[in-house]
Every structure is written in structure tokens, then in C-alpha cells.
């Protein structure tokens, strides 16, 4: 089982920076692949970012590479992700989620809003 709590959302107006984090409960988080999803007002969830369980590896959207960044922290159980020249177009809810390899993700945090303003 693992648990996850978004925090670090907020109102930023379009240029700004915000870091996200996402704390995760659980003794085995070394073991997950994180991502970073989010979600806009009558839009579906989109994929923003993904680090592997060692964190060696990442992948982030192409709406967003050059900008945001994901990183992770295993001794202190939380994945972060840091965005850059933030856009009106990335106001949504983000959230993070886990999974094991060869699984879907299981775990998801309740979300963290972010609004971007012109």
C-alpha cells in the first residue's frame, strides 16, 4: 500500500515558477515508478512527467519538456516537480501516482491546483 499527498500548488502568474512535491507513505517507494498527471476543467487527464523507481530514468510531454522537470528524493519518499515558465495553459490539477513495473498506476494523490495567470 502507498499513500500520496500533493503539496505546493498555487496562483502564479505566467512566467513564474512552482515546485511540486508529492509525499509518499510506504517503506517500499524506492520500488514505484512516479508520474506526474494533470487535469484541466472539461479536459481528460494528461501525462506531464515520469521518473523510474531509481530515478535514472525520466520521460516528460512534449507540451512541457524544456520547462518542467521531475526528480526524486527515495530517502525521503517524495518525487518533486519543478516547473518553469509557467503558461495559462498548464492551470490544472496535478497529481501524482505510482506504480509497480508491468502495472497500471494503482496510487494516486488527491491533487494540488495550480493556476497560472496572464
Known amino acids: 500500500q502507498l499513500q500520496l499527498v500533493e503539496s505546493g500548488g498555487g496562483l502564479v502568474q505566467s512566467g513564474g515558477s512552482l515546485r511540486l512535491s508529492c509525499a509518499a507513505s510506504?517503506?517500499?517507494?524506492?520500488?514505484?515508478?512516479m508520474a506526474w498527471f494533470r487535469q484541466a476543467p472539461g479536459k481528460e487527464r494528461e501525462f506531464v512527467a515520469m521518473?523510474?523507481?531509481?530515478?535514472?530514468?525520466?520521460n516528460v510531454a512534449d507540451s512541457v519538456k524544456g520547462r518542467f522537470t521531475i526528480s526524486r528524493d527515495n530517502a525521503k519518499n517524495t518525487v518533486y516537480l519543478q516547473m518553469n515558465n509557467l503558461k495559462p495553459e498548464d492551470t490544472a490539477v496535478y497529481y501524482c501516482?505510482?506504480?509497480?513495473?508491468?502495472?497500471?498506476?494503482?496510487?494516486r494523490g488527491p491533487g494540488t491546483q495550480v493556476t497560472v495567470s496572464s
Open positions: 501516482a505510482a506504480r509497480q513495473k508491468n502495472r497500471g498506476y494503482d496510487y
Open positions: 510506504g517503506r517500499t517507494f524506492s520500488t514505484y515508478i
Open positions: 521518473s523510474a523507481s531509481t530515478g535514472e530514468h525520466t
